[in-house]
């Protein structure tokens, strides 16, 4: 999975998607550009080529800074590697209809804002109690896998 960041009028932003309603799961649900990896890929690569995929990102303009921390969704048991990439300026996006109905960014101190992020306590079966993430984003809501990472990037992001 890829976290997209370029930087405007001297706010980060990243990018995100609304999947189609044509995909097999998830469908409508805001997310970050990404997917599964092919046979013997790595992770990196599988975030780079999902990118350009869905959105039309070309590989070689973004500067991967790095992963990070990986997560395990908990319907099926997926392993998530999210890798942080930046933009020199904000890119042309290109959304694939077959799997993306919106792609569209927010600034990370939008999801910062009073109001915008909560947290819901969710008993999950077989595991117990678990934190989920939201983000109240205008028109959208972010959760699950994707407000986890957004949630890890902004720690990481306002550290002193």
Same mark, same amino acid.
């Given at each position: +999975?890829?976290?997209?960041? $370029?930087?405007?009028? @001297?706010?980060?932003?990243?990018?995100? *998607? %609304? %999947?189609?309603?044509?995909?097999?799961?998830?469908?409508?649900?805001?997310? !970050?550009?990404? @997917?599964?990896?092919?046979?013997?890929?790595?992770?990196?690569?599988?975030? #780079?080529?999902?990118?350009?995929?869905?959105? @039309?990102?070309?590989? &070689?303009?973004?500067?991967?800074?790095?992963? /990070?921390?990986?997560?395990? +969704?908990?319907?099926?048991?997926? #392993?998530? *590697?999210? $890798?942080?990439?930046? $933009?020199?300026?904000?890119?042309?996006?290109?959304? &694939?209809?077959?799997?993306?109905?919106?792609?569209?960014?927010? &600034?990370?101190?939008? #999801?910062?804002?009073?109001?915008?992020? %909560?947290?819901?306590?969710?008993?999950?079966? @077989?595991?117990?109690? %678990?934190?989920?993430?939201?983000?109240?984003? +205008?028109?959208? *809501?972010?959760?699950?896998? *994707?407000?986890?990472?957004?949630?890890?990037? !902004?720690?990481?992001? /306002?550290?002193?």
């Amino acid at each position: +999975m890829l976290c997209p960041l $370029f930087e405007e009028a @001297g706010e980060s932003h990243v990018i995100l *998607t %609304r %999947r189609s309603s044509s995909m097999r799961s998830h469908t409508g649900e805001v997310s !970050l550009p990404g @997917g599964r990896l092919e046979d013997g890929e790595p992770a990196v690569q599988a975030a #780079l080529r999902e990118a350009r995929e869905e959105v @039309g990102i070309d590989p &070689s303009v973004i500067e991967i800074l790095g992963p /990070l921390s990986p997560l395990v +969704m908990v319907r099926g048991q997926v #392993l998530i *590697t999210p $890798f942080v990439g930046v $933009f020199p300026d904000r890119p042309q996006l290109y959304p &694939s209809p077959a799997e993306v109905e919106r792609a569209f960014d927010v &600034s990370l101190a939008e #999801l910062v804002s009073d109001g915008v992020y %909560r947290e819901e306590l969710w008993d999950i079966p @077989g595991e117990g109690s %678990r934190s989920i993430s939201f983000f109240e984003l +205008m028109g959208d *809501t972010v959760w699950g896998a *994707t407000a986890w990472i957004l949630r890890d990037l !902004l720690e990481l992001a /306002l550290q002193p």
